[in-house]
């Protein structure tokens, strides 16, 4: 294996730690997310019930919709400063503020493309719904938006790990921050006040 090759397997390698990493980060903002969902759905209205009736659809913004979005911005949060610190060492690189704007746009869309998953998991009439026989909501391991909600976040976990290591770490360090630079021109973000 020539210079050539040693340099592929050494950025593979390094790739693959990084992966490592970003997925132990990731399993706790599992734990994290599934935590603050059991949370609201103990304190919260049913999570089956409906917040907002879209006119004209058989679909409704429910409550588990909110209760997702909420645990996301928790676990989102959580899963920044980790891979911050940890996976990606970004920390030194740029200012706090700077670094999670993309990360946190990331993650919204994921959230999005991860609300969807879920709709279509837990809307009775989706071809792909879980089976409420089985999934009856009578105990915790039984309840449906817990089993769904898992689902969703490893379905969507490798496009944020993708995203997140090509544009949101990368791109503070080289100074590209394509997105966030003109939303800060345009008055929409403050600046790097906080590091």
């Known amino acids: 294996m020539g210079s050539r090759g040693a340099a592929l397997l050494a950025r593979h390698r390094r790739n693959l730690g990084l992966l490592g990493r970003f997925g132990v980060v990731g399993a706790s903002g599992v734990v994290v997310n599934l935590l603050v ?15 907002v009736g879209l006119a004209a659809s058989d679909f409704n ?8 979005t909420l645990a996301f911005l928790v676990a989102n ?11 990606f060492r970004s920390s030194r690189a740029a ?4 670094e999670y704007w993309p990360f946190l746009v990331v993650g919204l869309g994921g959230q999005l493309v ?22 009856d909501d009578s105990t915790g391991l039984r309840t449906r938006l817990y089993w769904a909600q898992l689902a969703v ?20 360090r080289t100074g ?18 906080v590091q």
């Open 37 to 51: 969902l059991v949370v609201l759905r103990r304190l919260g209205p049913h999570f089956d019930d409906v917040v």
């Open 61 to 68: 913004v429910r409550w588990y919709h909110v209760y997702s």
């Open 77 to 87: 949060l959580s899963n920044f400063q980790l891979n911050r610190t940890w996976t």
């Open 95 to 98: 200012g706090w503020w700077r």
């Open 114 to 135: 991860g609300l969807a998953l879920l709709t279509l998991l837990m809307h009775p009439h989706s071809p792909v719904a879980l089976p409420t026989d089985v999934l």
């Open 153 to 172: 976040i490893v379905l969507v976990t490798p496009l944020s790990f993708v995203l997140n290591k090509l544009w949101t770490f990368a791109a503070v």
């Open 176 to 193: 590209r921050l394509d997105l966030v630079d003109p939303l800060r021109e345009a008055g929409v973000l403050a600046g790097d006040e």
